[in-house]
């Protein structure tokens, strides 16, 4: 996918005054139809006001419903506890702050963290079902339904921070459970009397002259619609990883890889606030998908093409991402001998098989690429601190490490990896991306200006607004962030 170019129809603003007759008339509009959307949909609805929800596409979902379907909750929820697990709203805090990375917006975790037992019985009355077992190994999408999965809490840094707890909650369903969560989000907010018009794309912003957002203008089939909100319009449009044009302004980074998308993640709402005077936050952050098996590297190593070890290959997979394209530019492999490959099931390696294979590490090494006898010297340091189940320079769990014996294998990561429900040729970069930045906006959802000031009647919340993330990113964060501020925006447009 080339991305859909910023250039072209103006975002302007569009003066109320003009607006001779409006096509349609309700109290709440929400552009976008995700997780956000429609849990803004439904906390709406269910306040009394008419609620209309605005897709571009032919249906709901979008990128929600591609997911994995993770939802990070904590605090002490029932799933934690049948497994066993304690937990807090405050080690659940301290471990998000740390990992979502500089510039992590402290408020928005303290209040999500602090209702996120608040939010699970949420999600739950609304009908998403949570399983309570937990699946214990690391993985991308666990091929159970296990309903309870580790997302690096039980890794270093993240362990000298926060008691360790495992908070990625999973719908009840096998491989991705993304289809299942907007399934019933969405019947649910339809259920609350939220209306929904699809094939509809929001071109601009009504507003009136002291400022105040009272609508969008809309095409749907080629044709114009004025649409009135009486109450407030919710931003629900998602990121801008599709915007190539976008990318290259503000996170050039994240250009020519595949894009995590449903293919209409094209800045839109943003750029429709930012022409109204929003500010955005953490424009340039982006979450990085890296192509391999998490079980393979948890047993092996990650090197990059100097032969050396760069991270702890039992952390949070997208950690690695991250480090192994904003510092080492994709060029990475992952190295594991034949017991730690045969240790994880045929089922969860997703096809992927070593693209080299040798008796020694200098013999593999030259088959890499590496500079000469670097990968030696790497082999040996690692196993020489295995055998006594320490791990000084990266910290990897005694649980994972054990000395890598002959033959040895490697895996380039640019041969890319794809879930068995998909098929086709999948090498790459090495890196599936999204974008993590947006509008600025309040724990309520209201769009800030550029001096910090509310403009009125608009609201965002998922993708399209800057939620909890700085830097950093953990799965789950994204429908967790998505649904709890979605919510928040959603009441929040309803009672202006």
Known sequence: MTGIPSTGRSVTPRSATEIRQYDLETDVVIVGYGCAGAAAAFEA???????????RTSGPGG???????????????????ACGFEDSPEQMAAFLRSALGPGADAEKIARYCADSVEHYHWLVARGVPFKP????????????????????????????????????HRPTAHDFGGKLLMEVLVAAAETAGAMAHFDTTATNLLVA??????????????????????????LTTGGFVDNDAMLAAHAPRLRGHTKVSAGTDDGSGIRMAQALGAAVRHMSAGQVGISLIPGFAARGMVVNDRGQRFVNEDTYPGRIGQAALFRQEMNVWVVLDEEGYEAVPEPQRWGVRPTHVAETADELGELMGLPPGALTATVSRYNEFASRGIDPDFHKAERWLRPLTAPLAA?????????????????????????????HTTVDGEVLDLNGDPIPRLYAAGRAASGLHGEGYISGTSLGDGTFFGRLAGRAAART
């Open 45 to 55: 609805a269910t306040t009394g006001a008419e609620v209309v929800v605005l897709d």
């Open 63 to 81: 990128a929600s419903a591609m997911s994995g379907g993770e939802i990070y909750l904590g605090g002490g929820t029932p799933i934690q506890r």
């Open 133 to 168: 077992s937990l699946w214990d190994a690391p993985a991308w999408v666990p091929p159970t339904d296990d309903g309870l999965m580790w997302l690096g809490e039980s890794s270093r840094p993240f362990t000298e921070i926060a008691a360790p707890a495992p908070r990625g």
């Open 209 to 234: 002259e002291d400022g105040t957002v009272v609508g969008v203008a809309a095409r749907r089939y080629g044709r114009e619609q004025t649409i009135l909100a009486r109450r407030g319009v919710v």
């Open 411 to 439: 895996i380039d990561v640019k041969a890319g990896v794809r879930p068995p429900a998909e098929s086709g040729d999948r090498r790459g970069t090495g890196a599936s991306v999204f974008t993590l930045g947006g509008l």
